[in-house]
């Protein structure tokens, strides 16, 4: 009864709830202006400040670590401020028309970063695919017809192919079988178990291929081995072999395939584990008791509650493996018919100062990653609506 007397005009004009409820109705320009100079303020601080980082770092006594630590500050603290204003903004319009209009607020810095990096290159990538080398006149289809006229370009498109087919799958196949057998094991023994496959994914692509370097490495058949991999087929009575120049049936493809998969196993591992994890055990003891073998109750029950995940690491790493480049460029670059679309484009560009044929190549990788990209989209839609 007390809040609804609260509410109501009373006998000395309307309830404070009223009269606020009014003044939050009309728009308040001087916030309005307060909230853009305040936002435009910080962010001509936030960019400037950055610059200063890159261009001037003698400001900053040349030190990496205050730069750092200033940029942490600078980036996070500038961020709060900037939203701040961005509030005050929002709040200074009609009460109606600022609670619509808020989430699209808050979300155009994060459109509009998007904009700039991502969506902004790409529009200019496609545009300059249709020019010459230097980007200063039009050649129409002349960059597709020379990159699609070229046996070498079609060379490294089938190698893409083969990455496709091979190494999501093999991840995916590892990572799940680990993330099972681990399971089984005592927590202890699952927790040591999954920290030894997960390890690798602390390690960049270049270290991948340094510490595999040691495995594939190849000495002449009169001196030692250092090569663990030749070490093992010289002890075997076999002869060592260059491992990284054999092109009979694209296994030097298959030897940097191996590195991706022994890296995103525990990738994979880590997300299929979780939702194995996620399964009901209810369904898994109903299993049991009606004397399902655990093969039958994995293949049944637990695999297909689990697909969702497989499909969506499935998916993330045929993605990375489209946009391979580290591994070819500093173990082959691309030689002995183990060329990527990536490395061709690297080499295209800032080698043979092809800028033209470049982005014509960057296209194509465009197109053959969207359809993936769209059909991700439309998995995980389905999912949340099958929730």
């Keep these: 009864m007390t809040t609804a007397t609260q509410t109501r005009p009373g006998p000395e004009g309307p309830a404070p709830t009223e009269v606020e409820d009014r003044k939050h109705s009309s728009a308040r320009p001087v916030r309005v202006i307060i909230g853009i100079v305040g ?21 900053f006594a040349g030190s ?47 459109f509009s970063l998007i904009s700039i990096f991502l969506l ?21 289809l002349e960059n597709y017809r020379a990159i699609f006229s070229d046996s070498h370009f079609w060379s490294t498109l089938l190698n893409n192919f083969l990455w496709i087919l091979i190494v999501p799958v093999l991840t995916v196949a590892f990572g799940l079988a680990v993330a099972v057998l681990a399971d089984k094991l005592s927590p202890g023994g699952e927790n040591v178990a999954k920290s030894m496959i997960f390890l690798p994914m602390a390690i960049s692509f270049v270290g991948a291929a340094t510490i595999w370097g040691l495995v594939y490495a190849y000495n ?27 092109e009979t049936a694209r296994l030097n493809s298959m030897a940097l395939m191996v590195i991706l998969i022994w890296l995103q196993t525990g990738f994979a591992m880590v997300l299929i584990s979780s939702a ?32 969702a995940t497989l ?46 044929q470049a982005s014509a190549i960057v296209v194509v990788l465009l197109i053959l990653v969207v359809p993936v990209l769209i059909y991700q989209v439309k998995s995980f839609r389905q999912q949340e609506a099958n929730r």
């Design 311 to 356: 499909l969506a690491v499935l998916i993330t790493v045929l993605i990375l493996v489209l946009k391979v480049f580290d591994l070819v460029y500093v173990t082959t670059n691309g030689l002995y018919n183990s060329d990527v679309i990536a490395n061709l484009f690297f080499r295209k560009l800032f080698t043979s100062q092809q800028a033209g």
């Design 276 to 307: 194995i994890k996620g399964v009901p055990e209810d369904t898994v003891e109903a299993g049991r008791v009606d004397g399902a073998s655990e093969l039958r109750i994995f293949w049944q029950i637990i695999f297909p509650q689990v697909r």
């Design 64 to 110: 990496g670590l205050l730069i750092g630590l200033l940029g942490l500050i600078i980036g996070i603290g500038g961020s709060v401020v900037f939203f701040y204003f961005l509030n005050v903004c929002v709040e200074g319009f009609p009460a109606r028309f600022s609670r619509g209009l808020i989430p699209y607020a808050f979300l155009l810095p994060g």
């Design 120 to 140: 902004y290159p790409t529009v200019q990538t496609i545009i300059y695919s249709f020019a010459n080398d230097d980007s200063t006149a039009w050649v129409g």
């Design 39 to 59: 936002m435009a303020v910080i962010a001509w601080f936030i960019c400037n400040a950055f610059l200063a980082f890159a261009y001037y770092p003698q400001w």
């Design 220 to 246: 002449s058949p009169d001196t030692a081995q250092t090569g663990l991999l030749n070490a093992v087929v010289v002890a075997l009575g076999g002869e060592p072999q260059p491992w990284y120049q054999i």
